[in-house]
């Protein structure tokens, strides 16, 4: 079976975990030091390490002051994630359309959704392009709006240059077990607002003040003040280890999704049935690879895909729209034209570190011949 996603794990991953297992000591400290270090190198920002993307979410959504009677602005077409962590807040999330050439946050749709209860903005960038996110920060800025951006996808992306994270207000990561790098689970915020990563810091150790700083010294805090909600959402060494032996791999990950997805390009761009998305893959790093087959519906993509399992393919669709799932169905959003076109034309393929050049072939090709 060609899988159609998985973590990439090595000696070094399995060499490291012993070595914090040997240290008996499991929970947050001077691992979880070291790799938010590695990544405030890179991001040349304040990095803050939580146990999940979704709590990375939570948390940024939180120390934003964003919580019951607030609105967030955020694609349908996400993960359930993005609106869990906004409805976990209290805040209610608020579906908008995608725009068909990027599949992130059609620009305009976000603008006509803004209420006076409006407090953020989360664009998701989806398979790691962050499609218009200029226009998003103008929009932000001329309603005075948060900008938290869901970046689970795009780990080592690069956008005009810049890498994704790097530049604006608050970008959220996730390091669950098939993302760009992997840490276990995992997940970080990465923002240069003080004030901001401090409420966060505090917050993912309970509202703990200060507490981040005695864990890093395999210390505790003994006598402490909580002035605000807090979450058990801190970062074990476990994960930390395992997601510092993964960062030191970024490079080399990197130009193999890369190149997997180029290949899958040539080998489908000209097909007349299929649309390939138009990102540049020297730019960006591709978390899934994603091709929309033209006029396809739920029914005709149930049998694609079993006819390619069949084969021996797994595939995805990524994703069903979270304003018709039954939690989040608002009858007060009408029709996101783009999102329901797309959702069911929208097939995912196989990607990831250990595909080789010959299943991405075989891939294309069966995928073509059930066409
Ligand atoms: C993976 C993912 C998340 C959540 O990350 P977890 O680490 O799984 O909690 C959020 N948004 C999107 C778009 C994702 O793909």
Redesign the pocket.
């Known amino acids: 079976m060609i899988k159609l996603s998985k973590s990439s794990i090595g000696g070094e991953e399995k060499k490291a975990v012993v070595e914090v297992l040997d240290k008996e000591y499991l929970g947050m400290g001077e691992d979880v030091k070291e790799f938010e270090s590695l990544l405030q190198d890179f991001f040349g920002r304040h990095v803050v390490c939580v146990v ?4 990375a ?1 939570h948390l940024a959504l939180q120390g934003c002051g964003i919580g019951v009677g607030d609105e967030v602005l955020v694609p349908s077409l ?2 359930v ?2 609106f869990q962590a906004i409805s976990a807040t209290g805040a209610k999330p608020v579906a908008c359309d995608v725009s068909i050439k990027t599949l992130s946050l059609d620009f305009n749709d976000v603008e006509n959704r803004i209420t006076k209860n409006t407090k953020a903005i989360m664009p ?1 960038h989806f398979t790691g392009s962050v499609g218009d996110l200029e226009q998003i920060y103008n929009i932000a800025e001329k309603y005075n709006l948060r900008v938290i951006e ?1 970046a ?2 795009a780990f080592g992306s690069i956008h005009k240059s810049k890498l994704v994270g790097s530049f604006g207000d608050i970008a959220c990561f ?3 077990g098939i ?1 760009n790098i992997t840490s276990g ?3 970080c915020i990465v923002s240069d607002d003080p004030v901001f990563i401090k409420l966060v810091k505090d917050a993912r150790l309970l509202g703990v003040h200060n507490d981040s700083e005695n864990r890093y010294t395999g210390k505790r805090t003994w006598s402490f003040d909580v002035t605000h909600q807090g979450w058990r959402y801190h970062m074990s060494n476990i994960m930390a280890a395992i997601g510092i032996q993964q960062f030191r791999k970024l490079e080399k990950f990197k130009l193999i999704r890369q190149s997997h997805a180029k290949l899958y390009d040539s080998l489908l761009n000209d097909n007349p049935k299929l649309k390939t998305l138009q990102n540049d893959y020297s730019a960006i790093l591709p ?1 899934i690879y994603v091709v929309r087959v033209l006029g396809m519906n739920e029914e005709s993509r149930s049998h694609l895909r079993a006819r390619l399992w069949d084969a021996g393919i797994e595939t995805g669709h990524h994703y069903q729209l979270n304003h018709n799932l039954s939690f989040f169905k608002d009858s007060s959003i009408i029709s996101l034209h783009n999102s329901e076109q797309l959702s069911s034309e929208l097939i995912t393929l196989p990607l990831h570190i250990d595909l080789t050049e010959s299943d991405i072939r075989y891939v294309s090709a069966k995928l073509q011949e059930y066409l």
Request: charged share 20%; aromatic share 10%.
């Open positions: 999940n993307g979704t709590a979410l996400t993960y994630a993005s998701v869901d689970a996808h996730s390091f669950d993302k689970e995992g997940g978390h």
